[in-house]
């Protein structure tokens, strides 16, 4: 078992950034492929991000270059670091771990509006 809690989600300006964090416990991640995912309104849920224990990443084409995933396998930590965020990046953000099956966070809201 995997439990997984975010938070850094908020209000933010156009323009501006945020940090998500994602605290994961239970299992050992060493074999947990991590990602954040989000939610818009009437969307389906879409990647965002993912990172490997081994630190390689990817990036949904709508983040990258504004979006940092980052891993820290000692204390089991997810982060995501977003700059530059647009309107359209408001969402609910989601952790999820994934091997054998999915683990998924119970999300965090970012709403990025003037």
């Known amino acids: 078992q995997v439990q997984l809690v975010e938070s850094g989600g908020g209000l933010v300006q156009p323009g501006g950034s945020l940090r998500l964090s994602c605290a994961a416990s239970?299992?050992?991640?060493?074999?947990?492929?991590m990602g954040w995912y989000r939610q818009a309104p009437g969307q389906q849920r879409e990647l965002v991000a993912t990172?490997?224990?081994?630190?390689?990443?990817n990036y949904a084409n709508s983040v990258k270059g504004r979006f940092t995933i980052s891993r820290d396998n000692d204390q089991n930590t997810v982060d995501l670091q977003m700059d530059s965020l647009k309107p359209e990046d408001t969402a609910v953000f989601y952790c999820?771990?994934?091997?054998?099956?999915?683990?998924w966070g119970q999300g965090t809201q970012v709403t990025v509006s003037s």
């Open positions: 999820r771990a994934s091997w054998l099956r999915d683990y």
């Open positions: 239970g299992n050992s991640l060493r074999m947990y492929l």
């Open positions: 990172v490997t224990y081994a630190g390689s990443t």
